[in-house]
């Protein structure tokens, strides 16, 4: 794709990644995602925000073919996705400076093995002037690693914030036309990416807010020409309070399992809980993962195997406790042979949740009208927790 202008002097580059469907070999991409970067010409600099992924060098190579002379490479985050052709830039700009924060800065050297000499260092808060224009940093700590600033166009009312406020969508368009569609992928994109680090995040929200922004230009997905959207999603989704909202990632092999979970949703249902269930041999993990953003209770469902839990259930509760969901609740259901310790296996993989532990029901062989009645028990015992903690 050609550079599409955003403002005078301001324009789109970077390469629409339609096919990848597994990112950093770890979160599903099921509409694609962008890799942007931005070039701005001032009246005497020229900068480059951010690159691609290096194997995707070529079309920004090709993009960059009408640029004589950059200035400026400017590197909000570290990641290779947006650093990765930060080399390639620089060999092709030999006289071009890096211009980063001070953390990522090693980072870069570490990863890309960008000379030391090479490298600006800006601190928070410092600016660049471009001539007519000037970019102001500001720090933006954890969204998603550590060295993350974001930049703002001062004359255009441009946030660039790389990873944050980004959603993983493939698109021909330059802005959202979809906000619906764009909800979904960004609250994909937060909860896959962005969540473990809720705390950060409000403070970096405040922190933003002293700038009158026009437009946010992210590093993944379209651009946003409505800000108050996406910051008062993220307000959302970053709020202490969760939903009256079970989820369920689950488990069964022989059906015991989940006749348990069948039943848990309907009395949990009855009871004016509302509940998404996830079969975690074809769910996609990064539905489960939007789901941990709201959620007020997780309840894992597992049968025992080989004395603990099924791997895949394994996997579901490691998802959650790196993640650091807000919920407040967590139990266990399933059913066992003749013993095994899934219930004491599972408690120790989620460490970081700060929940209640809610009594489990584990019931051997298929569920009887004993099991059946532990799980009224356990879904009124829910919908009780949740009415008195105030979970809407
Ligand atoms: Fe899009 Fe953290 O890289």
Not at 304 to 323: D, K, M, R, S, W
Request: charged residues 25%; proline residues 5%.
């Amino acid at each position: 794709m050609k550079p599409r202008k955003i403002k005078d002097n301001i324009y789109w580059m970077g390469f629409v990644d339609w096919d990848t469907r597994l990112f950093d070999s770890l979160i599903p991409l099921p509409d694609g995602t962008s890799y942007n970067a931005f070039l701005i010409k001032g009246s005497e600099k020229t900068v480059l925000i951010d690159t691609v992924e290096s194997k995707f060098f070529y079309e920004l190579e090709a993009q960059l073919e009408s640029v004589e002379k950059l200035d400026y490479v400017i590197s909000l985050h570290a990641e290779q996705d947006h650093s990765g052709s930060i080399p390639h830039v620089l060999a092709r700009y030999p006289d071009a400076k890096l211009i980063t924060s001070a953390k990522a800065k090693g980072i870069l050297m570490d990863h890309l093995h960008v000379a030391e000499e090479s490298i600006i260092t800006v601190e928070d808060g410092e600016t660049l002037s471009l001539g007519d224009k000037v970019l102001e940093f500001m720090y933006t700590p954890w969204v998603h690693w550590p060295e993350t600033m974001v930049a703002f166009l001062r004359e255009d009312n441009i946030l660039f914030s790389c990873d944050f406020f980004g959603s993983h969508i493939a698109t021909s368009d330059l802005f959202i036309t979809d906000e619906a569609r764009s909800y979904e992928a960004a609250k994909r994109y937060y909860a896959e990416v962005m969540m473990p680090f809720r705390k950060v995040i409000k403070k970096n929200l405040a922190k933003i807010g002293k700038y009158d922004i026009e437009i946010i230009a992210p590093s993944h997905g379209p651009l946003i020409q409505r800000p108050s959207f996406i910051i008062d999603a993220h307000n959302e989704w970053i709020d202490d309070l969760p939903k009256n909202k079970v989820i369920i990632p689950y488990v069964s092999m022989h059906s015991s399992t989940r006749k348990m979970v069948d039943y848990f949703v309907s009395a949990l249902v009855d009871r004016g809980v509302s509940v998404q269930q996830f079969d975690l041999t074809v769910t996609d993990i990064g539905k489960l993962a939007i789901a941990l953003v709201d959620a007020g209770t997780i309840v894992v469902g597992s049968p025992t195997v080989l004395a603990g839990p099924h791997p895949l259930a394994a996997y579901a509760a490691l998802l959650a406790n790196a993640l650091r969901p807000k919920a407040r609740f967590l139990s266990i259901i399933g059913s066992y042979g003749w013993g095994g310790r899934t219930v004491e296996i599972l408690s120790s993989l989620v460490p970081n949740l700060k929940v209640e532990v809610i009594e489990p029901v584990l019931v051997k062989g298929a569920p009887r009208k004993e099991g059946f009645a532990a799980l009224e028990n356990l879904a009124e015992t829910i919908a009780v927790k949740h009415k008195e903690q105030g979970l809407r």
